[in-house]
């Protein structure tokens, strides 16, 4: 029994080695097999891009009040009872005023364009409105346009020399409403001050 167990031990020693030989010949044949995974792109590192937050400029610069407006080559201003009046300038190009009278929202827009700078993508009423305002030497039509019969609210567009305006609420409105809101801003803004006092 004695000369029988080295013998064995030393049978069960030989098979370990052999297959731990053979596992790492497996473990490496494996490895060294190509797989349709690993392909160049899929195995060098990614290269490094810009966050486009950080690269992209903000469109919308804040600004302190409407006499920053002056270098678009215009002056807009917000109603003389508006409250939370926020000025901005769009795209180096858009002024914009966005304030709260009377509990609703409106967006005062302006610029040198012949594009539509509203912003405003709804679905309007077919038959809009109009108002026409004459002064000193030019005369201005208003076109006012309503959502869900005034429920979605409304937007008023007009233009004077190469400015174009637009004015818009998202709150129910209807035409008086708009009007008496928009009257007085458009009386100020355009040149029927300097003629009237």
Known sequence: MKKILPLVLSILLLFSVAACSNQAVSETAINDTPSAAATPEATEEPVATEDPAVSLPNPVVEVEDSVDFY??????TPHQQAENISYSIIDNSIAQIIFTLDRDSF???AAITDSDISGVYETFDALPQSLELEGPGFKVTVLIRFIDGGNGGGLAQWSF?????????????DYEALTDVLLPIIYYDLPFASCCG
């Open 107 to 109: 967006t005062y827009r």
């Open 71 to 76: 270098d678009l080559g215009f002056i807009i």
């Open 161 to 173: 020399e190469d400015v174009q305006y637009s004015f818009y609420t998202p709150d129910p409105t």
